[in-house]
């Protein structure tokens, strides 16, 4: 609650004859040149100026913004709301359950623990795509869904009627950032605070990265980590500094044949070149008016791909029109228009506000394009596509091989093979190969091991056979709310799939295809239009209402492929609408991974091969005989719009909306349980009581220096939060299925980490255990080659073997050895994890150092008290002679006692008794990461949670 008002902000606008409480920017000066999202901002502070976490000297600090200079003004933003999903949810819900025992413990009131802003979770991270193809399956996955997850969602329910303010979207409904452009968000959010109404912008942070998709309705949010969620939920302000924001102008329209992921992907590529870390993104001019909401909102919800903060579009008639579209009701509607209007935040593309960066697109010049295999922003031209793919695999399979000379045959898999093209491809100095082509070499190398993987032929259960080879396409999948919540590029897919069965196409037999629309909204419109039929035509049955496929939840491919390709070691690829592609992500069955719109799903599982130019290789042939490509079945702009302006109406989004937290008969007959405290099952593989204030006491443990620590890992550039977060299957004899096992749980009934994160104990033992995860230090037992894998060496034990890094992380802490980790550029990129912070610290680390972190992991890390620091500038842990085998020690830590943060701190790499011969001590300053005071109190009282707990008892 605003106790001060030092500009005199506080005013009222009326809109259809009520009164409403605003707090007016254009008291402040300077207000009128700042871009979009500082104006929101700017109004945050005003309306939350107490004196001292939000004082004058920040409000106007934020209206003389220099956009030239660095960030150094910290600010305290309190967001609107928060929105989670279930899988970083129920972390979150575990902790206020928790924090709730532990209130009473320090002698507090339990129901103390509430959250103090309106929480919303949508349950969609859990089902699985375990049935495809048959109309059976949604129904199916939904009661498998339900057998794997019921302890979860039983203690859901109880948080739903335990704690105010809380409000639980059922299983099988959508995907939480569909479910918040398309319901939940306001725009402007009314809210009666002691007894009078006060309208003020709808802002809000999520437990996931993509809560930037709200962005391309004018709210704005970005994804934090469930640990930053929950304080904001107990009423403490996001700390931050006040960004530099990079303007980006879009002019022209959109050309046939281009769809908005086109758009994205080309921006998102442009981005990530331009560099916009840390700082939100604007788009502005006047191609804004001529972007349509849902392609904002694809935009909008890519910007944790190209690393901003926020990518904002601000509020104009376009915004309006989607809010009537979506059922909002017209008084809303109008306070949206009223309210933007009265603050400066609808958008006139004659005002250009001033930016600190400027970049500018013109939307003709877009081209179809596809993204891969293992980057978001790593964009090729549809065109390009079938050469690169041939470069990529040739880089992935040519390490380490000599030449041979072979035999090539005709793959089904592979339509565009193309024999007696000449190719050199150079392994290293002195070495290369030569074979017919490169499909051909391709085809015969696979995992570095050339020659090993020949064509497979495979049999299906039906009799069927087929030959699998590399390059094969063998999950197609429209999923992720990126672009099932966008109507032109998902009736795009069912045009194309129409068009398709027309010429008598079929899908490719070694190919699952998935279909995970966003909200029921989408399946309403498919099935009014018919396209649901010709989806389904072609193996596109509708899975689940949930993110699927884009976080892994893909389930087995077909068996005979799955087969085929682990018995053979083939290089396969997925295609999916969806917007992460990281190695190990998406199945661990497939190497590469491609992102590309809805019809280009469709057509990539017509073709079943990356080994596929659209332009040149026909997708099969008609009833009359003749070769059928890609753009005689690709829909025009009028087709799609046609089939949009008689299928989608503002009837379909209040029927679908008006029960959207209610659920179905499943979810309310879960047994529920009672009262202000959860009663934890001891014997729960789900849920646990978190360990996070165990013996904790209201005193403050000094923060010390760390001494003696043993180096956990040594990584390269690019460690996402999905290399260290537990996701994914638990695979069989990992720490976590030891675990499991001994809890009496069936390997079949493992489940996903994501399922179990309310449980620590799988948790800790999932962290840093990505099939992909390559960490150097395991070279030297292993004759100079990098398993990949959770592992580690263990010092603790003679010879320092390698060992899985939960494994050794116990032997660690048994003897009280702290531990740190080397990283590289990037560290911590990717989606808001709060286990990989959570795992991080629960393992034993107590620092991190890199060459550069990305945002939210380097926030989580203080979060968790673990303190993030930076090799001196140019430097890495190989350039300064590090190989993980030290005795670590860091000095001028201590100085956080005295209420101040050191900018660097020393320390000091000692060789120990696994060190090679002659190896020296290696003494450097690193740069402290902890960049605000609000972040130095986290660290000083241990983490986040710890000092909310303080605080409020």
Not at 667 to 694: C, M, N, Q
Not at 720 to 731: E, Q, R
Not at 801 to 830: C, M, R
Request: some cysteine; proline content about 6%; glycine content about 10%.
């Amino acid at each position: 609650m605003s106790t001060v008002d030092s500009f005199g902000a506080k005013s009222t606008l009326t809109v259809g004859g009520t009164d409403y409480e605003i707090y007016r920017v254009d008291t402040v000066a300077g207000y009128e040149k700042l871009p979009f999202s500082l104006k929101v901002l700017l109004e945050n502070l005003l309306r939350t100026e107490d004196g001292a976490n939000v004082t004058k000297a920040q409000i106007e600090a934020l209206g003389s913004w220099d956009p030239d200079a660095e960030p150094d003004t910290e600010i305290q933003f309190t967001p609107t709301r928060v929105v989670m999903q279930d899988f970083t949810g129920v972390p979150c819900i575990v902790d206020l359950a928790t924090m709730r025992e532990a209130v009473t413990d320090l002698g507090g009131d339990p129901n103390r623990i509430n959250p103090l802003s309106p929480a919303e979770m949508v349950i969609d991270h859990s089902v699985i795509a375990d049935l495809f193809g048959r109309p059976d399956a949604i129904e199916r996955n939904v009661e498998i869904e339900y057998q794997r997850n019921g302890e979860r969602y039983q203690f859901l329910r109880w948080g739903q009627t335990a704690f105010d303010d809380f409000k639980v979207v059922p299983p099988g409904t959508g995907i939480v950032h569909q479910v918040n452009i398309e319901h939940l968000a306001k725009v402007v959010y009314d809210r009666a605070v002691d007894g009078v109404l006060r309208a003020y912008p709808d802002t809000c942070v999520g437990t996931d990265s993509h809560t930037t998709m709200v962005n391309g309705l004018g709210v704005l949010g970005w994804g934090v980590g469930g640990i930053e969620a929950e304080a904001a939920m107990l009423g403490q302000p996001v700390s931050m500094l006040i960004p530099r924001v990079v303007g980006f102008k879009l002019t022209g329209e959109i050309p046939a044949g281009v769809t908005a992921t086109d758009v994205v992907l080309t921006i998102t590529e442009m981005l990530r070149q331009h560099g916009v870390v840390g700082k939100f993104v604007e788009f502005y001019g006047a191609g804004v008016a001529s972007v349509p909401l849902a392609n904002r909102a694809t935009i909008g919800n890519m910007s944790p791909e190209f690393g901003s903060t926020a990518a904002m579009f601000p509020i104009d008639d376009v915004t309006l029109d989607y809010l009537r579209l979506t059922g909002r009701d017209e008084h809303a509607v109008e306070l949206v228009e009223q309210y933007a209007k009265a603050q400066g935040l609808w958008h006139d593309a004659d005002k250009e506000p001033s930016y600190s960066e400027y970049m500018e697109l013109d939307l003709s010049t877009v081209v179809p394009s596809i993204a891969g295999p293992k980057r978001p922003q790593d964009r090729i031209l549809l065109a390009e596509a079938k050469t690169q793919f041939e470069k990529d695999i040739l880089n992935y399979a040519c390490a380490n091989e000599v030449p041979v000379e072979v035999e090539g045959t005709f793959p089904a898999s592979d339509p565009g093979y193309a024999p007696g093209v000449e190719h050199e491809h150079v392994l290293g100095e002195g070495v290369s190969c030569q074979h017919e082509s490169a499909h051909q070499h391709s085809m015969l190398a696979s995992s570095g091991d050339h020659g090993a993987s020949n064509p497979v032929k495979v049999t299906t259960p039906e009799g069927q056979d087929y030959i699998l080879d590399n390059g094969a396409v063998t999950l197609a999948a429209i999923t992720s709310c990126t672009n099932t919540s966008n109507p032109s590029v998902m009736i795009a897919a069912g045009l194309l799939a129409r068009k398709a069965r027309n010429k008598g196409l079929k899908q490719m037999p070694w190919v699952k295809t998935t279909l995970g629309p966003g909200s029921k909204v989408v399946t309403d419109y498919y099935e009014k239009s018919g396209l649901d039929k010709d989806l389904e035509g072609l193996g596109f049955y509708t899975v689940g209402y949930g993110c699927t496929i884009c976080i892994g939840n893909s389930g087995p491919l077909i068996e005979e492929v799955s087969k085929a390709i682990n018995e053979n070691d083939l290089a396969v690829a997925a295609v999916l609408s969806g917007n992460r592609n990281f190695e190990g992500r998406i199945s661990p069955d497939v190497k590469m991974n491609y992102l590309a719109s809805p019809p280009l799903v469709v057509a990539y599982a017509l073709a079943g091969s990356m080994h596929f130019d659209f332009d040149t290789d026909p997708l099969g042939k008609d009833a009359e005989g003749n070769d059928v490509f890609l753009k005689d079945i690709w829909p025009s702009p009028d087709e799609v719009q046609e089939i949009i302006d008689s299928s989608i109406s503002r009837d379909q989004f209040i029927k679908q909306y008006a029960t959207v937290f209610d659920g179905d008969e499943r979810w309310t007959s879960l047994p529920t349980p009672e009262g202000p405290i959860f009663e934890w099952d001891a014997d729960s593989t789900y849920v646990r009581k978190a360990p996070y204030f165990d013996a904790m006491s209201m005193e403050l443990t000094p923060v010390s220096d760390i001494q003696g620590a043993r180096v956990m890992a040594t990584l390269g550039d690019s460690v996402t939060t999905d290399h260290i977060s537990p996701a994914g299957n638990i695979k069989a004899g990992t720490p976590a299925a030891q675990y499991l096992t001994e809890h009496g749980v069936a390997q079949k009934d493992f489940n996903s980490y994501g399922s179990r994160r309310g449980n620590h104990e799988v948790m800790i033992r999932g962290t840093f255990a990505n099939i992909r995860l390559k960490n150097e230090l395991v070279a030297a037992v292993n004759d100079g080659h990098v398993v990949e894998g959770g592992f580690t060496r263990d010092f603790t034990q003679p010879g320092g073997p390698q060992s899985y890094i939960f494994d050794a992380s116990q032997n660690y802490q048994a003897q009280g050895t702290p531990l740190v980790v080397f990283g590289g550029k990037e560290y911590g990129s990717g989606s808001s994890r709060d286990w990989a912070a959570k795992g991080t610290s629960l393992l034993g680390v107590k620092a991190v150092i890199t060459e550069s972190f990305e945002r939210i992991h380097r926030s989580n890390l203080i979060g968790m008290g673990v303190v993030p620091l930076q090799f001196p500038e140019g430097h890495s842990w190989k350039s300064l002679g590090l190989d993980g085998t030290e005795i670590v020690s860091i000095e001028g830590l201590e100085e956080l006692n005295s209420g101040t943060t050191p900018t660097t701190v020393k320390v000091t790499a000692a060789p120990s008794e696994f060190s090679p011969e002659g190896k020296e001590t290696v003494v450097f300053d690193a740069k402290v990461r902890i960049d605000t005071p609000g972040e130095a109190d986290y660290y000083r009282n241990g983490g986040i949670l710890q000092y909310v707990l303080r605080s409020l008892v």
